[in-house]
Antibody
Framework: QVQLQESGPGLVKPSQTLSLTCNVS??????????WSWIRQPAGKGLEWIGR???????KYNPSLKSRVTISGDTSKNQFSLNLRSVTAADTAVYYC?????????????????WGQGALVTVSS | DIQLTQSPSTLSASVGDRVTITCRAS??????LAWYQQKPGKAPNLLIY???SLESGVPSRFSGSGSGTEFTLTVSSLQPDDFATYYC????????FGQGTKLEIK
C-alpha cells in the first residue's frame, strides 16, 4: 500500500521560503510510471496544482507559481520536496503531496491516485 | 489555461436519491477528466478517471460520463457516507480542478 506523508514547518514568515518534504513508502519515486506532485488548498477553497517531478528528474510547474517554485526528488531517501519562495499570506493553505499515475498519451497526462494527509502551512509574522 | 466550471455549487439531497454533478471545460479535453470526493479535514479520494473509468475499490453506484467539454458524475443511490464535496480535475494540459460541489443532506 502506497503511503505519502508531508512534513515541514507549520508557520513561515512573509517573504521567506516555504519548504515541505513528502516521504513515500510502499512504492518508489524512481518508478517512471508516476509523477510526484504538490497540490494546495486554502481554507474553505478549492484545489490548486503546484507542480510535479518525475523519476527522470524532469519538472513541470503551474505557470502562475513557476517563478517561485522548485520541486525536486531524492531517490536515496525516496522523498520529494517543495520550495516556495517569497511567500505571502495568500500562500497559507493545506499542502498535499500526491502520486500522479499516467494514462496514455504524449505528453504524459496524469490523475492522482494516492495523496498524503496534508500539511497546514500558515504564512504570518 | 483550461478552466473547469462545476454545477451546482451546492446540492441538497436525501439518502437513496440519484444525483448528478456537471463539470464543463473551457475547451475540449477529450476524456482526460477525473473526479474526487473530499470529506472535511481529509485528502481528496479518487473516484473516476478517464471520464468514466471507476477506480478500484470505489462503489459501483458512482459513475462518470462525457467527453470534450461536458462531463457528469452520477451517484445512483445516495448513501450516508456520500455526503461530501466533489471535485473534477482535467489533465489534458497541466492540471486544474473545478471549484467543487458540496453535496449536503436535505
Amino acid at each position: 500500500q502506497v503511503q505519502l506523508q508531508e512534513s515541514g514547518p507549520g508557520l513561515v514568515k512573509p517573504s521567506q521560503t516555504l519548504s515541505l518534504t513528502c516521504n513515500v513508502s510502499g512504492g518508489s519515486i524512481s518508478n517512471d510510471a508516476y509523477y510526484w506532485s504538490w497540490i494546495r488548498q486554502p481554507a474553505g477553497k478549492g484545489l490548486e496544482w503546484i507542480g510535479r517531478v518525475h523519476a527522470s528528474g524532469s519538472t513541470k510547474y503551474n505557470p502562475s507559481l513557476k517563478s517561485r517554485v522548485t520541486i525536486s526528488g531524492d531517490t536515496s531517501k525516496n522523498q520529494f520536496s517543495l520550495n516556495l519562495r517569497s511567500v505571502t499570506a495568500a500562500d497559507t493553505a493545506v499542502y498535499y503531496c500526491a502520486r500522479g499515475v499516467s494514462g496514455e498519451g504524449v505528453p504524459p497526462r496524469y490523475y492522482f491516485d494516492y495523496w498524503g494527509q496534508g500539511a497546514l502551512v500558515t504564512v504570518s509574522s | 489555461d483550461i478552466q473547469l466550471t462545476q454545477s451546482p455549487s451546492t446540492l441538497s439531497a436525501s439518502v437513496g436519491d440519484r444525483v448528478t454533478i456537471t463539470c464543463r471545460a473551457s475547451q475540449s479535453i477529450s476524456t482526460w477528466l477525473a473526479w474526487y470526493q473530499q470529506k472535511p479535514g481529509k485528502a481528496p479520494n479518487l473516484l473516476i478517471y478517464k471520464a468514466s473509468s471507476l477506480e478500484s475499490g470505489v462503489p459501483s453506484r458512482f459513475s462518470g460520463s462525457g467527453s470534450g467539454t461536458e462531463f457528469t458524475l452520477t451517484v445512483s443511490s445516495l448513501q450516508p457516507d456520500d455526503f461530501a464535496t466533489y471535485y473534477c480535475q482535467q489533465y489534458e494540459n497541466y492540471n486544474t480542478f473545478g471549484q467543487g460541489t458540496k453535496l449536503e443532506i436535505k
